[in-house]
């Protein structure tokens, strides 16, 4: 099937929140200009991955899929030349591949003129989360592109079952990410996802939701901190109310001022929130703390 005319029939689009501020909440839904919304940086991400974008394996079930797309500038017209695209997903079984030189169902591609990219994989599936409840099958990416944050977010399939039980993909932001797999005449399955740049991110609720609440200090366990959502912004308590941060992209967080803080989140497989906090002030040396999320 054409590319072209699968879009146009099957009127997919990156549709979600934008940065910009020309958004509203309405039925239960987003309703705004293009941006393509960010998802939170899982605890499976592993830098390194080789550039390809043939990632099939001889061995493995899978059914075999053509992932495509376009990565367009924040006009949402104009093609992005030279933007890297990172992939990553599980097996046919539901398992990553975290310590094998393979990078097994890992792989980047760079766009060239018309800002396509494309991935030849197999199609992930559902599998058992930290948390206990079942992950909705997707696929995972990373976009780096000149002049923008980079981008991370999720793709999820439309008719998955336990798509309403997983708080990510079940989000308001979500939804225009949950995507129709296509048959093809060769049995060979088809997704395409066109993707927009922002130069400004703005962080899920949800995944807010997930990184908030109460974290004690590594190596001194006396001292806690409390991480609390209002409105769309994560916030730092202190004795007022507290400190009301930007979100800048894979897991971080900064609030720009006299003291700038930066708040780095990691998620662990086993569900563990670790949190690395930079603090400095203009002309003093920056003070780094580890911090680990009550459970």
Known sequence: MDRRKFIKDSTISAVAISASGFIRFCDGKWIGDCETTSDILGPFYRPGAPTRNNLLIGNDSGQITNLSGIVRHKDCRTPVRNAVIELWHCNSNGQYDNDSERFNY????????????????????????????MRPAHYHFL???????????????????????????????????????????????????????????????????????????????????EIFRYNTFLWLKNEVYGFAFDYAGENVFRYPGINDITLKFKLLEDGTVMLTKMASRKGSKEQVSKWKKNK
């Open 106 to 133: 890992r792989g980047k591609t760079v766009t060239g003129e018309d800002g396509e990219y494309s991935f030849r994989t197999i199609l992930p599936v559902p599998y058992s989360g930290s948390e206990g409840g």
């Open 143 to 225: 976009i780096s592109a000149e002049g923008y944050p980079s981008l991370i977010t999720q793709i999820y399939f439309s008719g998955d079952k336990y798509i309403p039980e997983d708080k990510m993909a079940a989000s308001p932001a979500a939804e225009s990410r949950i995507l129709k797999v296509v048959d093809e005449s060769s049995g060979e399955k088809i997704v395409s996802f066109d993707i927009v740049m922002k130069e400004k991110i703005v962080a899920d609720p949800v995944a807010i939701d997930k990184l908030a609440g109460t974290y004690t200090n590594v190596d001194d366990r006396g001292k806690q901190l």
